[in-house]
């Protein structure tokens, strides 16, 4: 149970800011009246008719922008009443009187609502990949273009060309991070060099807890690149990777999908929306898995349920309630071991240990509320997830091979996790004005509470922890018998953060734009040792900064320099142990300097490119004159370049992908390794290409590239899995307007090839040739 406090505690918090929006709600006279326009469901509605009349005046018109954005100038008009009429197909029109004495610097928002019956269209041409603006990356709606950020988003369309599954499919597609192998059980990226399992958020909020997630409820994938700790807090050094979920809206829309290929794959996934009434919408996403693999052995069950729930009580405030039930079963699998410097020459799929005894599973439990409120010039976004996790893993897994490569080791271990989580974020939103300057001010803060209990046990062959086994005949059935060592874990550990927030997005004019924020937290973990009853604690005071700015010689073009700071505590991104003497460690600290280019061309095509240094610091290392204690010498440097393309360079030929090329070393040694060390799976050189082309209008293809340059497994820089190339295909028709077909070939030419690893001996096999086919209805 989450004790009575932390809700006293959110409720003050959302008091205390709703009383900041009152004090700070000066007008300021201007001569310019900007809006925007959105639907029901908040939506931004580009090309509605906006007119602005007077009797004594002629009349102003526009059309709202990309963003559902339009604006006024009022330069030489009189005080006075004045008329705003706002009319958008299939939508009822809204007129409004304004004052313009009255409007100070801040932005008004019209709500459109849905008019008389829905019907159905046929769109002929696809949206495409491309995503213009994000509320994520400044927790305010702002165009990609804008955000001095390197920023990825692979959206539904994508997602489903592809045939994505799993974030591992979603990054291979986004320069500068890959998947580690996750000990076959969880996500595992690596964002820029920095190694990371809790960098993930859904929604904007944390959800950090190790397992494989899935993305049948999903509108995107967001990839924040760099230090983002002014927005999510602690973490993020090398970037996050957010979840935006689907939400029920105001047209009805109905889908199934279902899927079978190569391997025993079987999956099937459906989407509801339906409108309730005109305050009310309801969406239902659901899917079930269960599938086979290329590996002997391999399966997976998995299952999830997501309803969500828009409700518009008044014209100035949204609700929105979404719970999320999702299982994942799986045999884990940790893949082959290495032999004289790279992988072993094992048979693709053969499985090192005992599937019997490798299984994981997770049971995830996600409620939210988020509710939104116009107060005056104020917009006030109040969002609450409560987060319960019950995970499980045991595994049985490959070591060392011996000089001939006749014999391999095993050993084996369980894990369990169960955590609680929750968040409140409260954000304050406030367009201003100061003379010729449009500020765009957000004051926030977060509260968040986390529980959690761990408990771990090696497994014992007749009291030995390794087993050798023949090379040739690695997988066994003989149970290894599991208990607790001496150092094996069995803690519970809560955590708390109390955190503040302000940033503000300056357009010094129509060329200038800067964007400034500092965020401090307080993050104080409790940390109790069940094996001896051991009380440790640590609190961090974080103050994260960040400071960017952005040059815009043409509308469509923006140059950009970034600076960003994000710490770590030394507890670590799960916290899984506190020790006498990391209980006394400082927070490691993140630094990043960035420079870069956005360019967005009239078809709806993004180019992007970013130079970046990113500095590790305050990492742990071993004294040298004492052996026996730990010093914060250790540090690591990344830098690179990144390049990336999305979008329609026709009507009927669409791009997504990039290159990165990366270069993560240690500077000085840290507990890891040795000074000079090169990161491990982090490959110098990326390159993603994927084509979608429209032969005809109900049939297309898809063709993808894959490249990645040779990298280390481990730190120690001892084993080096090769380069390799891969390439995708598919094949699109429709059969009737609600009716699609789709085949998705992975490995066309069935390369064999090393995608990732968890050491030096758990390397796992890029899959052979797979077909997977689709029919998706909608109705």
Not at 245 to 267: C, D, I
């Amino acid at each position: 149970m989450v004790p009575i406090t932390v809700f006293w505690q959110i409720a003050i918090n959302n008091i205390f800011l709703c009383i900041c929006c009152g004090l700070l709600s000066a007008q300021t006279p201007s001569s310019k009246l900007s809006g925007r326009v959105v639907d029901q469901t908040g939506a931004r509605l580009s090309g509605a008719q906006v007119a602005l009349t007077n009797p004594g005046r002629e009349a102003l018109t526009s059309k709202t922008d990309d963003l559902g954005n339009f604006e006024f100038s009022l330069a030489g008009y009189l005080a006075g009443s004045y008329q705003l009429r706002i009319e958008a197909d299939g939508f009822i029109a809204s007129t409004r009187t304004i004052r313009l004495q009255e409007i100070g610097g801040e932005m008004i928002e019209i709500t459109l609502a849905v008019t008389g019956p829905v019907h159905t269209i046929t769109v002929t041409e696809k949206a495409g990949y491309r995503t213009s603006a994000t509320t994520t990356a400044t927790k305010t709606a702002t165009e990609l273009l804008n955000i001095p950020q390197s920023i990825s988003v692979i959206n539904l369309e994508q997602m489903r060309d592809q045939g994505m599954m799993s974030m591992a499919d979603v990054v291979r597609y986004i320069p500068g991070i890959g998947m580690a192998q996750g000990e076959g059980h969880r996500d595992a990226p690596i964002l820029r060099g920095n190694a990371s399992t809790a960098d993930f958020f859904v929604n904007g909020v944390r959800d950090d807890v190790q397992y494989y997630r899935d993305l049948y409820n999903l509108e995107r994938v967001e990839a924040l690149k760099g230090p983002n700790a002014m927005m999510f807090g602690r973490g993020g050094g090398g970037g996050v990777l957010n979840r935006v979920t689907k939400e029920a809206g105001f047209t009805p829309f109905r889908e199934l999908t279902l899927q079978g290929g190569s391997f025993g794959n079987k999956r099937v996934m459906a989407d509801f929306d339906q409108p309730l009434n005109r305050i009310a919408a309801f969406r239902l996403n659901s899917m079930f898995e269960d599938s086979d693999s290329f590996r002997q052995y391999g399966n997976l069950r998995r299952y999830g349920v997501s309803p969500t729930l828009t409700l518009l009580p008044t014209q100035s405030t949204k609700v929105r309630l979404s719970y999320e039930f999702f299982h994942d079963g799986r045999v884990v699998d940790r893949g082959v071991p290495s032999y004289r410097g790279v992988p072993s020459t094992a048979e693709r799929s053969v499985f090192f240990g005992n599937p019997d005894q490798s299984r994981a599973h997770a049971d995830v439990h996600l409620g939210s509320a988020i509710v939104e409120q116009q107060l005056g010039g104020w917009n006030l976004r109040n969002q609450t997830l409560f987060g319960a996790y019950d995970k499980f893993y045991g595994n049985v897994l490959p070591g060392a091979v011996n000089g001939d490569q006749s014999l391999v080791s095993l050993s084996g271990y369980d894990n369990s996790t169960q955590r609680n989580n929750l968040f409140n974020q409260t954000d304050v939103v406030r367009n201003l004005k100061t003379g010729s300057m449009r500020h765009t001010l957000l004051i926030g803060a977060e509260l968040g509470r986390q529980t959690t209990d761990n408990f771990r046990n090696t497994g014992y062959f007749n009291n030995a922890t390794t087993l050798n086994v023949p090379f040739l005949n690695p997988t066994i059935f003989t149970p290894f018998q599991f208990r607790q060592s001496a150092t094996d874990a069995n803690n519970s550990v809560r955590n708390t953060v109390s955190a503040a927030y302000v940033q503000d997005q300056l357009e010094l004019s129509r060329y200038v734009q800067i964007v400034t924020g500092l965020r401090v937290d307080r993050f104080d973990l409790n940390f109790l040792n069940h094996r001896n009853d051991g009380r440790l604690r640590r609190v961090d005071n974080m103050v994260s900064p960040r400071a960017g700015v952005v040059i815009k010689p043409v509308t469509s073009v923006s140059l950009y320099g970034n600076y960003s700071v994000s710490f770590l505590p030394s507890a670590g991104d799960q916290f899984a142990s506190l020790t006498a003497s990391s209980q006394t460690l400082k927070p490691e600290k993140f630094t990043n300097y960035e420079i870069g280019a956005k360019w967005d061309l009239a078809r709806g095509l993004s180019l992007s490119s970013a130079v970046y240094l990113l500095d590790r610091t305050n990492t742990s290392a071993v004294d040298p004159n004492n052996p026996a204690l730990i010093v914060q010498t250790g540090t690591q440097r990344s830098k690179g370049l990144e390049l990336g393309f999305n979008g329609k360079l026709s009507k009927i030929w669409t791009i997504a992908g990039g290159y990165a090329r990366q270069d993560a070393v240690l500077r000085s040694a840290t507990t890891s390794g040795l000074a000079g060390a090169r990161v491990p799976q982090v490959p110098e050189h990326t390159f993603s290409l994927w084509n979608h082309y429209r032969i005809l209008p109900r049939l297309g293809a898809g063709l993808g590239l894959i490249h990645q340059a040779d990298m280390f497994a481990a730190i120690d820089n001892s084993v080096r899995l090769p380069a390799f190339t891969r390439v995708d295909a598919a094949v699109f028709y429709s059969l009737t307007e609600k009716l699609r077909m789709q085949a998705n070939l992975e490995n066309l030419f069935d390369a064999r090839y090393y995608a990732s690893a968890n050491g030096n001996n758990n390397i796992s096999p890029g899959a052979k040739r797979a077909i997977r086919i689709g029919l998706n209805v909608r109705f």
